[in-house]
């Protein structure tokens, strides 16, 4: 596709998009009384225009009702998370009964551990992308220890090949093949949060079923960003937070997936709580945990409304727009940004390096790019200028035209600003 570096360009492909209407339902923070340039959805993503709404609606019924709220509420908050369901499974590629609203990441990353990493004899090793998100990290190392085993003997960190940025997917497969039967569970960040790899989730699901492990996903940057498909490939679990592509605010509720051949599976070992119990008895208040033959088998408290009623907001408008729109725009709105970025590239003579894969299924709309010789005052001027994005050592920063809300415009303008301080 030919690609022009103007504003006319720009504004004429924004007049094109069938999202475009979607921007005026988010707030923006402004910057000397405009709108800044905000391409940090891929960090926490703007706040819906209704979810003060939906909220002061929560607050409402519980100042109303107390109590008898969790019954009586506009939307009960007994069953508030089952509002939540279909919309969750369709971000995910997932059927309704696989998808549980609770808790936070990496809590349940945590709790879908236990189930799904049980070293036995010499199959206890944990392959994981390089250099994960740290909570993810972490989570390895103290789920290890919590089978008493050394971290250090059975965390395998799949790292690229030299000089390279990302993993290939040939690697990545052979490596799984080459630990074997030493491998228990292969979790990966779907997207990968530095570089912005979006993994092929069904050919690693594939290679780590054929070495008899089990095989997981961090969707963190990938739910609301790329195109899942969680039950057709067959993966066993997999968690994301809600406050990045899902704008669900701070700190926001939490996603869980659990694939349904492991519902009725009683052999699974879990850490239960009584909001996981069946829900004809679990008000019976009896001995002897009985799960619920669902994702939410995996629940152990009750919801905490006041977050889910934001996400709820959220989940709406992605229920309009649709992922499969959402991604269409991604993916040309991604390509205009880097598409502008060479175009900065040959204004300044700087040595802009995109460490993202170019091509379209191998990533979301994040794009990381090393800057060379910059450091964080590069962030900080381009917050002077109103842009918003965000730095990683070394050199790099990280940015997101999310569809949902940015415009080839916002590109445009970058561009240009970006042009200016370099």
Known sequence: MLQEYTREYAMRL????ALSSFRSAYHFPHHEGRPVLYFTGNSLGLQPLHTAKYVQQALDDWARLGVEGHF????????YHEIL???SARVVGARSSEVVVMNQLTVNLHLLLVSFYRPQGKRRKILFEHKPFPSDHYAFESQARLHGLDPSDVLVEMKPRQGEWTLRTEDVVARIAELGDELACVCFGAVQYFTGQFFD???ITAAAHAAGATCGFDLAHAAGNTPLSLH??????????SYKYLNSGPGGVAGAFVHERHHRDRTLVRLAG???HNKE???????GFDPITSAEGWQLSNAPVLSMAAHRA???LFDRAGMERLRAKSVRLTAYLEFVLYEVKAATGVDLQIITPAEAEARGCQLSVVVPGSDRTLVTRLAAEGVVVDWREPHVIRMAPVPMYNSFEDVISFGQILTRIL
Request: charged content about 30%.
């Open 14 to 17: 924004d007049q094109d998009d």
């Open 72 to 79: 009586r509420a506009s939307h009960p908050w007994y069953s």
């Open 85 to 87: 369901t279909e919309s």
């Open 201 to 203: 989730i069904p050919a």
């Open 232 to 241: 057709d490939d067959g993966v066993d679990f997999a968690c994301w937070c």
């Open 274 to 276: 009584w909001w996981g």
């Open 281 to 287: 008895t679990r008000f019976r208040m009896e001995q």
């Open 314 to 316: 959220a989940l709406d």
